[in-house]
């Protein structure tokens, strides 16, 4: 069964402080693995697309890679406007390219 | 503006009085779609729809009917809401030609409490 798990559930950083969320997938023809941001009473919003294994993609503090198994999201230097949860989801292949969603990861981060 | 509008963003209802919470899109996508959130489970999708007058059940469809008869909206209709319905709800949309490389675009949200 195709799955994506995200891990921690929640993480709280001090401004400056790096760290790094994990996304883990299990999915058959895996076609794409996407990035959201999503802010409190907001829509997910697009970050990144990676689609395969090896690749990296950059975006002022964050930093998204892809293995063959999982995806990770660093952020380099964390500022409190980067407080949100960050939602990883796997594009399966066939006719209708179905995104299947982790749960996310909250992170805070304090002055 | 681009974007996907949904409407209403918050309600409040009783079980089994029919509601329909509308979604709007204005880039002329081909796909759309709802999803729903609710805590340690992510988003799971509901239905969705390729295009005009083609739709299919997403993975939790039970208690839901969606229509689209225009390109720009696609509702979603709970005929006779049940508590287990209470959700965050998000319509996202994506023209077939780039969902590959820029995912859905998601309308702002509507949260349901069925009592």
């Known amino acids: 069964e195709d799955q994506v798990t995200q891990s921690p559930e929640a993480l709280r950083l001090q401004e400056g402080e790096s760290s790094s969320l994990n996304c883990s997938y299990t999915?058959?023809?895996?076609?794409?693995l996407f990035w959201y941001r999503q802010d409190p009473g907001k829509g997910p919003e697009f970050l990144f697309t990676?689609?395969?294994a090896g690749e990296e993609k950059e975006k002022e503090r964050l930093k998204a890679t892809l293995t063959k198994k999982e995806s990770f999201l660093h952020i380099t230097a964390p500022k409190p406007e980067d407080s949100a949860t960050y939602l990883c989801?796997?594009?399966?292949?066939?006719?209708?390219?179905?995104?299947?969603f982790g749960a996310g990861t909250r992170l805070a981060v304090h002055p | 503006e681009a974007q996907v509008t949904q409407n209403p963003r918050y309600l409040i209802t009783v079980t089994g009085k029919k509601l329909t919470v509308t979604c709007s899109q204005n880039?002329?996508?081909?796909?759309m779609s709802w999803y729903r959130q609710d805590p340690g489970l992510g988003l799971r999708q509901i239905y969705y729809?390729?295009?005009?007058?083609?739709?299919d059940k997403g993975d939790v469809p039970e208690g839901y009917k969606v229509s689209r008869k225009e390109k720009r909206n696609f509702p979603l209709i709970l005929e006779s809401p049940s508590p287990n319905q209470t959700s965050l709800y998000f319509c996202?949309?994506?023209?077939?030609?780039?969902?590959?490389?820029?995912?859905?675009?998601f309308g702002s949200g509507t949260r349901l409490t069925v009592v």
């Open positions: 880039m002329n996508h081909e796909y």
């Open positions: 989801a796997v594009q399966e292949g066939g006719g209708y390219n179905k995104l299947i």
């Open positions: 729809s390729m295009n005009v007058e083609v739709t």
């Open positions: 996202a949309s994506s023209l077939k030609k780039t969902a590959t490389l820029y995912g859905y675009t």
């Open positions: 999915v058959s023809g895996l076609r794409g």
């Open positions: 990676l689609y395969s």
